[in-house]
T-cell receptor, first 112, second 112 residues
Framework: QKEVEQDPGPLSVPEGAIVSLNCTYS??????FMWYRQYSRKGPELLMY????GNKEDGRFTAQVDKSSKYISLFIRDSQPSDSATYLC????????????FGRGTSLIVHP | DSGVTQTPKHLITATGQRVTLRCSPR?????VYWYQQSLDQGLQFLIQ???????AKGNILERFSAQQFPDLHSELNLSSLELGDSALYFC???????????FGPGTRLTVT
């Protein structure tokens, strides 16, 4: 079992839909959770960063962490064609380990 | 634009050859991370340097090496190249003690 599992998709939604992207993990030491967006042939871009459990909102994006279930989510409201990209989750443990473990990424397609 | 630069953008070379990939971190970032991204393996952490010193090692082959210079730019050297080394190589930079990483645009390596 991989430490971080992420459905590769593709996930295809119509413009304006609410998108839910998810990752599960097995390492209970993970405390820091990140979401990156990667457009085709570009470098990953940090979207959201959260610590421990709870929600964090930034514009149309909401990151949610449920440590009891070892499950994190990224919600995108009012999705746009420009949101079409691969979304990678990443997480790392506390205690000085700052090398994140990345999920394989979920490909999202938002069609007009 | 993340502020991280990588050169070259594309590299095509033959098996058995050696190449050097270059990265300049964001201004003020002392940490440089190297990743390999392929379709079947996702984003794999290779190695981290902090202020010129090797800080963490991931799944880096013995044929690969890296260094960080006093001006904080970093180079990743890949030798005895094999077809399987064809991938996107990303450099990321960040601040010590923080998990957020900022990725460069990547170098696409094709080994023929």
């Amino acid at each position: 079992q991989k430490e971080v599992e992420q459905d590769p998709g593709p996930l295809s939604v119509p413009e304006g839909a609410i998108v839910s992207l998810n990752c599960t993990y097995s390492n209970s030491a993970f405390q820091y959770f990140m979401w990156y967006r990667q457009y085709s042939r570009k470098g990953p871009e940090l979207l959201m960063y959260t610590y421990s459990s709870g929600n964090k909102e930034d514009g149309r994006f909401t990151a949610q962490v449920d440590k009891s279930s070892k499950y994190i989510s990224l919600f995108i409201r009012d999705s746009q064609p420009s949101d079409s990209a691969t979304y990678l989750c990443a997480m790392s443990a506390s205690g000085g380990s700052y090398i994140p473990t990345f999920g394989r990424g979920t490909s999202l397609i938002v069609h007009p | 634009d993340s502020g991280v630069t990588q050169t070259p953008k594309h590299l095509i070379t033959a098996t058995g050859q050696r190449v050097t990939l270059r990265c300049s971190p964001r201004s003020g970032d002392l940490s440089v991370y190297w990743y390999q991204q392929s379709l079947d393996q996702g984003l794999q952490f290779l190695i981290q340097y902090y202020n010129g010193e090797e800080r963490a090692k991931g799944n880096i082959l013995e044929r690969f090496s890296a260094q960080q210079f006093p001006d904080l730019h970093s180079e990743l050297n890949l030798s005895s190249l094999e077809l399987g080394d064809s991938a996107l190589y990303f450099c990321a930079s960040g601040r010590q003690g923080l998990d957020e990483q900022y990725f460069g645009p990547g170098t696409r390596l094709t080994v023929t």
